[in-house]
């Protein structure tokens, strides 16, 4: 099947603009490999992510992850220093697996490299065996390496290089078939929106092996006492059983666009068949999980769905005319973007300008299948952008509203268009970690934002200042 088959041909966009060349960058629109990499360690029960490197870089995601998401954030880190750097981290390595062994005893330990221990050329692998063969008699969590220096990727990056690392060091072959377990890999989606995600796919009777899955992790509830690992996330475990599902489901537009990612590397070595579906932002992609999940389980959609896509198709004849013809301009992640573009093709909004810091070279290619010519001539897709960048393209393009995360807050603010907050980091708002976005009720929660963001502005600037819609 064609997970994500075109609205209408193929075409050239207008302006496909290149992003022009700068001595540096300005305001990146993107974080770093380790932080999505720490991510995904964050949601397997019992995981600690380590760093490799410099304390500056675990404090620099710590903040990031902590303002998102408003909750405590162990990383360690095997804290780089002047000698270090010379010599190499073998020993600071060593030390500090012994520390979290010690002070956690996790289930898994997930050590991510950073850019100065891959500048170096640590060999990481070797260090990770001479400290499991120095300890025989002992035991010992598994240990994930994965390869994350930031000048060879963005966040997104480090998160599937850490999902990928992690399904390939635990998931070792199909000791027998599991046909009611069904393997998510759903990308860097919020807690709300991963919930949900494992709400769907037990409607069908299925078991979901979600990777990773924080939305207890880092949404979670009150503590009478400081807890080092939160509880919840994926077992090691049912990782280790993925090998066996019935099918992987891996979601994200340009991911799929990719030749080789954890779902397909899992259906090479362990025989899993691959569904790469695009995000189920809005009703068309979202019709296309249920379908999968149909197929896979064998069951008919849920009526509970069916009633949710009804309550969706009313919401929007309701407030169609808040958004027809209304030009946006979103930015943020690859994935996101792209699905972001695939709703607002649905509900009228003209996306402008499509801005990503990623540069997997497939956000243009994705957005030909996913946006009408007719709807949106003149689109400018950014790859690889800043938000100098991005903001030039904005301004130029006058847009009434942007959608992405916080850091586009000051774009907005000088351009002086309301912003929809979506995505990572939202750090200058209460909320980030339960905001919905994929299925038809976060399809409908995310149109009525939109939409009364314009409705907003607009009663703002009316000089009657009008009560009444």
């Keep these: 099947?064609?997970?994500?088959?075109?609205?209408?041909?193929?075409?050239?966009?207008?302006?496909?603009?290149?992003?022009?060349?700068?001595?540096?960058?300005?305001?990146?629109?993107?974080?770093?490999?380790?932080?999505?990499?720490?991510?995904?360690?964050?949601?397997?029960?019992?995981?600690?992510?380590?760093?490799?490197?410099?304390?500056?870089?675990?404090?620099?995601?710590?903040?990031?992850?902590?303002?998102?998401?408003?909750?405590?954030?162990?990383?360690?880190?095997?804290?780089?220093?002047?000698?270090t750097a010379v010599f190499?981290?073998?020993?600071?390595?060593?030390?500090?697996?012994?520390?979290?062994?010690?002070?956690?005893?996790?289930a898994l330990i997930g050590v991510a490299t950073t850019c100065l221990s891959e500048t170096i050329g640590d060999d990481v692998p070797m260090f990770i065996k001479t400290f499991l063969a120095a300890?025989?008699?002992?035991?010992?969590?598994?240990?994930?390496?994965?390869?994350?220096?930031?000048y060879q990727g963005s966040h997104m990056e480090g998160f599937h290089r850490?999902?990928?690392?992690?399904?390939?060091?635990?998931?070792?072959?199909?000791?027998?078939?599991?046909?009611?377990?069904?393997?998510?890999?759903?990308?860097?989606?919020?807690?709300?929106?991963?919930?949900?995600?494992?709400?769907?796919?037990?409607?069908?009777?299925?078991?979901?092996?979600?990777l990773p899955d924080y939305s207890d992790t880092l949404d979670g509830g009150q503590w009478e006492?400081?807890?080092?690992?939160?509880?919840?996330?994926?077992?090691?475990?049912?990782?280790?059983?993925?090998?066996?599902?019935?099918?992987?489901?891996?979601?994200?537009?340009?991911?799929?666009?990719?030749?080789?990612?954890?779902?397909?590397?899992?259906?090479?070595r362990c025989g899993v068949p691959a569904l790469r579906l695009g995000l189920p932002v809005g009703i068309r992609h979202?019709?296309?999980?249920?379908?999968?999940?149909?197929?896979i389980s064998g069951r008919p959609v849920p009526a509970a769905f069916q009633a949710q896509r009804g309550r969706l198709l009313d919401t929007l004849v309701d407030g169609h005319k808040h958004v027809n013809t209304v030009r946006a301009a979103v930015f943020g992640e690859e994935d996101l973007v792209a699905g972001l573009a695939a709703f607002m093709a649905e509900i009228g909004i003209h996306p402008v300008v499509c801005a990503s810091g990623g540069a997997s070279r497939h956000l243009a290619q994705v957005l030909h299948q996913l946006v009408p010519a007719r709807q949106h001539a003149g689109m400018k897709i950014l790859e690889g952008a800043d938000?100098?960048?991005?903001?030039?393209?904005?301004?130029?393009?006058?847009?009434?509203?942007?959608?992405?995360?916080?850091k586009g807050y000051a774009m907005a603010r000088r351009l002086g268009i309301p912003l929809v907050r979506v995505g990572f980091p939202i750090h200058d708002r209460m909320g980030g970690p339960r905001l919905r976005?994929?299925?038809?009720?976060?399809?409908?929660?995310?149109?009525?934002?939109?939409?009364?963001?314009?409705?907003?502005?607009?009663?703002?600037?009316s000089p009657v200042g009008y009560t009444y819609m």
């Excluded at 050239?12 to 770093?32: F, M, R």
């Excluded at 190499?88 to 996790?106: F, I, K, M, S, T």
């Excluded at 300890?135 to 930031?150: F, W």
């Design 1 to 83: 099947m064609n997970p994500t088959p075109p609205i209408e041909e193929a075409y050239t966009l207008a302006a496909l603009a290149p992003v022009p060349s700068a001595s540096a960058t300005q305001n990146a629109c993107k974080l770093c490999a380790p932080l999505g990499a720490s991510l995904v360690f964050k949601g397997i029960a019992g995981g600690v992510p380590l760093l490799h490197g410099s304390q500056g870089c675990s404090t620099y995601i710590r903040r990031y992850l902590i303002s998102h998401f408003k909750e405590p954030m162990d990383i360690a880190c095997s804290n780089f220093a002047e000698q």
């Design 88 to 106: 190499g981290g073998g020993a600071n390595l060593q030390l500090a697996l012994e520390n979290v062994c010690r002070q956690y005893d996790p």
């Design 135 to 150: 300890t025989p008699g002992e035991p010992h969590p598994p240990i994930v390496h994965v390869s994350t220096p930031s």
């Design 162 to 210: 850490a999902v990928r690392a992690t399904l390939g060091a635990l998931a070792k072959g199909r000791a027998g078939a599991a046909p009611e377990q069904v393997n998510l890999l759903p990308g860097l989606l919020s807690p709300a929106d991963l919930r949900h995600l494992k709400e769907m796919a037990a409607a069908f009777g299925l078991q979901a092996m979600v």
């Design 225 to 268: 006492s400081y807890q080092r690992i939160p509880a919840g996330g994926t077992p090691v475990a049912a990782i280790a059983a993925a090998g066996n599902a019935a099918a992987t489901i891996e979601l994200g537009h340009t991911l799929a666009a990719a030749g080789d990612t954890a779902a397909t590397d899992l259906h090479t």
């Design 286 to 295: 979202t019709d296309v999980l249920l379908q999968a999940l149909a197929d």
């Design 387 to 406: 938000f100098a960048t991005i903001e030039e393209a904005v301004a130029a393009a006058q847009p009434d509203l942007i959608v992405g995360h916080s």
């Design 437 to 461: 976005h994929i299925g038809y009720e976060g399809a409908t929660i995310l149109f009525d934002r939109m939409a009364n963001a314009l409705i907003e502005t607009r009663q703002a600037a």
